[in-house]
């Protein structure tokens, strides 16, 4: 099942460097102001656009939470009852040794399952993609939500998904409307290629000590990551877009 399933071996290998790199470390704190394991694009300024829907006590539910740092970011910032789950067993394995209190699962989008009105927060930064049904993932995110519950995503265009002409064609916003979901989106698309512009100048300055420390490869994939930008700010906001969607129950 596991080899079916779209960059499972990456994700278990990328989780494992995460736990064991001090400089993939030291290189998120640095390019991103926190060090969450981000894999791309969430920098600290966009998790801190999180804080105003999480109150004390929420109960906080992160799709493809990885090794849970930005949760645990969130129940520290917010106390926060934390729950989440990603197909990587490493990740999951990595998230329970952090917070041995935490609600940490191994899951897939699609699959996963929890009661009805169970999350005041549900969120899913740079994972909705990986939902082999968009219309489905996301009705079933609205019967976990309490009433006045909210959904927050993270979303970009161009590389994983197509890019579409705006906001309200993406498939997101497309299973949304299906269902009769409404919801508020923010165009990050500039902010995202100014981030982009600061991680590669910081993932070059990296390079050497990811090659001595023996995982240049991550060294290497991480500048690649930012290749969009070298097409300069104009062509990348035609062929990229990064929105903010906050859907509220
Ligand atoms: C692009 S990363 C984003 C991780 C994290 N949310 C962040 O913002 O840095 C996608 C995450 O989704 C997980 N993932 C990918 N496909 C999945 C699937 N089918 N089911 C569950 N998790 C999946 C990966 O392991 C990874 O943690």
Same mark, same amino acid.
């Given at each position: 099942?596991?080899?079916?399933?779209?960059?499972?071996?990456?994700?278990?290998?990328?989780?494992?460097?995460?736990?064991?790199?001090?400089?993939?470390?030291?290189?998120?704190?640095?390019?991103?102001?926190?060090?969450?394991?981000?894999?791309?694009?969430?920098? +600290?300024?966009?998790?801190?656009?999180?804080?105003?829907?999480?109150?004390?006590?929420?109960?906080?539910?992160?799709?493809?939470?990885?090794?849970?740092?930005?949760?645990?970011?969130?129940?520290?910032?917010?106390?926060?009852? +934390?729950?989440?789950?990603?197909?990587?067993?490493?990740?999951?394995?990595?998230?329970?040794?952090?917070?041995?209190?935490?609600?940490?699962?191994?899951?897939?989008?699609?699959?996963?399952?929890?009661?009805?009105?169970?999350?005041?927060?549900?969120?899913?930064?740079?994972?909705?993609?990986?939902?082999?049904?968009?219309?489905?993932?996301?009705?079933?995110?609205?019967?976990?939500?309490?009433?006045?519950?909210?959904?927050?995503?993270?979303?970009?265009?161009?590389?994983?998904?197509?890019?579409?002409?705006?906001?309200?064609?993406?498939?997101?916003?497309?299973?949304?409307?299906?269902?009769?979901?409404?919801?508020?989106?923010?165009?990050?698309?500039?902010?995202?290629?100014?981030?982009?512009?600061?991680?590669?100048?910081?993932?070059?300055?990296?390079?050497?000590?990811?090659?001595?420390?023996?995982?240049?490869?991550?060294?290497?994939?991480?500048?690649?990551?930012?290749?969009?930008?070298?097409?300069?700010?104009?062509?990348?906001?035609?062929?990229?877009?990064?929105?903010?969607?906050?859907?509220?129950?």
């Amino acid at each position: 099942m596991e080899e079916e399933l779209l960059f499972y071996d990456a994700y278990e290998e990328f989780y494992t460097m995460a736990k064991e790199s001090e400089i993939f470390k030291e290189f998120c704190k640095e390019a991103y102001g926190e060090d969450f394991s981000q894999d791309g694009f969430s920098d +600290i300024n966009q998790i801190n656009k999180i804080l105003p829907y999480v109150n004390e006590g929420a109960e906080i539910l992160d799709i493809g939470c990885g090794n849970g740092k930005m949760l645990m970011y969130l129940k520290e910032k917010c106390k926060a009852s +934390i729950h989440g789950f990603d197909y990587s067993n490493k990740a999951i394995e990595y998230a329970k040794m952090a917070d041995k209190e935490a609600d940490f699962e191994v899951g897939i989008i699609g699959e996963k399952e929890y009661p009805d009105e169970s999350f005041d927060v549900v969120i899913a930064m740079d994972s909705v993609y990986f939902a082999k049904d968009m219309k489905a993932l996301v009705k079933q995110v609205r019967r976990w939500l309490k009433k006045d519950g909210v959904f927050f995503v993270a979303y970009q265009e161009g590389d994983v998904m197509d890019k579409t002409e705006d906001e309200n064609s993406t498939v997101f916003a497309k299973a949304l409307k299906e269902i009769g979901w409404d919801y508020e989106v923010s165009d990050i698309s500039l902010e995202s290629f100014e981030m982009l512009d600061k991680k590669r100048k910081i993932a070059l300055k990296y390079s050497e000590q990811f090659h001595k420390e023996g995982i240049g490869m991550w060294g290497d994939l991480l500048i690649d990551q930012t290749d969009y930008i070298l097409q300069g700010k104009d062509k990348y906001l035609e062929n990229l877009a990064r929105y903010i969607y906050v859907c509220k129950k």
